[in-house]
C-alpha cells in the first residue's frame, strides 16, 4: 500500500468543526486545487451561514479562488470583510512576520496569530472562529518540515486559549516521495481529524 493511503485510515469529517467550546485542528490533503477550493470554500460557507468569524490564510491565487466560491454561494464577501466577519491574509506576509532561522518565533506568533484570534474572542465571545490556513503548507513545498510542524504545534497551544475551528491545507504533491514519509505522517499526528485527499479515498 502506498503511504500516502495511510491518512485514508485515519480519515474524518470536518462538518462537526462548528459553534462551541474548545477548538478543533484538521488537516484536508488534495492533489488537484479545484478541489482544495470546493472543500475549503464549503468549509468557511458553513461558519459564514451561522455567523462565525471567517479567517483565510492562503496564498494569493487560492484567495480569489476561494472569494469567487463565496460569491457564487451567494454571499457578499465585500460587505463581510468590511464588518470584520471575513478577514482574508496573505500566507507568505504573515509568514515572514514570525519566522527566524527556519522556526515560527513564538513571541511573535502569538502576536501575529494570538492576536486575531484574541480580538474576536473579546468581540464575539461563546462563538468559534473558523480558519483555513495553509502556511504550513508553503513551508513544507519549501522543504521546511521542522518549521511546519513547529508551527503546527503552536496551533495546537493555542487552542488551548482560543476557541476555532481550523483547517490546514496540504499538496500532496509535497509528499511524492518515500524519503517524506515520515514527514508526512508527523503531519498527521499533529491534527485532531485528517480528511484524505481524493485520489486516495475509497
Known amino acids: 500500500m502506498r503511504f500516502e493511503a495511510a491518512v485514508s485510515q485515519m480519515s474524518e469529517t470536518y462538518a462537526s468543526m462548528g459553534i462551541g467550546n474548545g477548538a478543533t485542528h484538521a488537516v484536508q ?4 486545487d479545484d478541489f482544495l477550493v470546493a472543500c475549503v470554500g464549503d468549509f468557511l460557507a458553513a461558519g459564514m451561514a451561522v455567523g462565525q468569524p471567517v479567517v483565510a490564510v492562503t496564498t494569493e ?28 491574509v496573505d500566507a507568505e506576509a504573515i509568514l515572514s512576520s514570525f519566522m527566524e532561522g527556519g522556526l515560527p518565533n513564538a513571541e511573535l506568533c502569538r502576536a501575529a496569530v494570538g492576536g486575531v484570534l484574541g480580538a474576536y474572542q473579546k468581540r464575539v465571545p461563546r462563538v468559534r472562529v473558523r480558519v483555513f490556513g495553509e502556511m504550513v503548507d508553503l513551508l513544507c513545498r519549501a522543504g521546511n518540515f521542522e518549521g511546519a510542524l513547529a508551527l503546527e ?8 486559549a482560543y476557541s476555532f475551528s481550523l483547517l490546514c491545507g496540504y499538496s500532496m504533491r509535497t509528499f511524492g ?8 505522517m508527523k503531519i498527521c499526528g499533529m491534527h485532531a481529524n485528517v480528511i484524505a485527499a481524493e485520489s486516495v479515498r475509497g
Open 29 to 32: 490533503f488534495y492533489d488537484d
Open 61 to 88: 491565487t487560492h484567495r480569489r479562488a476561494l472569494t469567487d466560491h463565496l460569491s457564487a454561494r451567494g454571499f457578499d464577501v465585500k460587505r463581510s470583510a468590511q464588518r470584520g466577519m471575513l478577514v482574508l
Open 153 to 160: 504545534g503552536m496551533w495546537n497551544e493555542f487552542a488551548q
Open 177 to 184: 516521495s518515500e524519503s517524506r514519509k515520515d514527514a508526512f
